[in-house]
C-alpha cells in the first residue's frame, strides 16, 4: 500500500525556519499533484500551497512570499521550506499525494500522518 510519512516539525521561534518533508513509499507509477495543508485547532483545514506533476506551484495568500513547495520525484518526496514564521503558522501541517498507479491510468488521494509545528512568540 501506499504510505506518506512527514517529517521536520517542532517548535521554532517566531521569524525562524522550518522544513518539512514527506516521503512517499509504496507501489505506484508516478507521484501527480502534491500539496500541503495545515490545521489549527478549531479552524477548517487549509491549503498551504500545491504543485503539479511538471513543477506548477500555488500557494496561500498568507505564505506567499515565505514558504516554498518543491519536490524530488526521484527521491518520491514534497519539501516545505517554511521561512519567517510566524505564530499563526502554528498548526498541524499535512501532506497530500495524487498517485498514478500504471503508465495509462489509475489514481488515489493519500494524505500523511500531519507533523505539528509551534511557532513561538
Known amino acids: 500500500q501506499v504510505q506518506l510519512v512527514e517529517s521536520g516539525g517542532g517548535l521554532v521561534q517566531a521569524g525562524g525556519s522550518l522544513r518539512l518533508s514527506c516521503a512517499a513509499s509504496g507501489s505506484f507509477y508516478s507521484m501527480n499533484d502534491m500539496g500541503w495543508y495545515r490545521q489549527a485547532p478549531g479552524n477548517q483545514r487549509e491549503l498551504v500551497a500545491t504543485i503539479t506533476r511538471g513543477g506548477s506551484t500555488n500557494y496561500a495568500d498568507s505564505v506567499k512570499g515565505r514558504f516554498t513547495i518543491s519536490r524530488d520525484n526521484a527521491k518520491k518526496t514534497v519539501y516545505l521550506q517554511m521561512n519567517s514564521l510566524e505564530p499563526e503558522d502554528t498548526a498541524v501541517y499535512y501532506c497530500?499525494?495524487?498517485?498514478?498507479?500504471?503508465?495509462?491510468?489509475?489514481?488515489?488521494?493519500?494524505w500523511g500522518q500531519g507533523t505539528q509545528v509551534t511557532v513561538s512568540s
Open positions: 497530500n499525494c495524487r498517485v498514478l498507479f500504471t503508465w495509462y491510468g489509475g489514481e488515489s488521494t493519500y
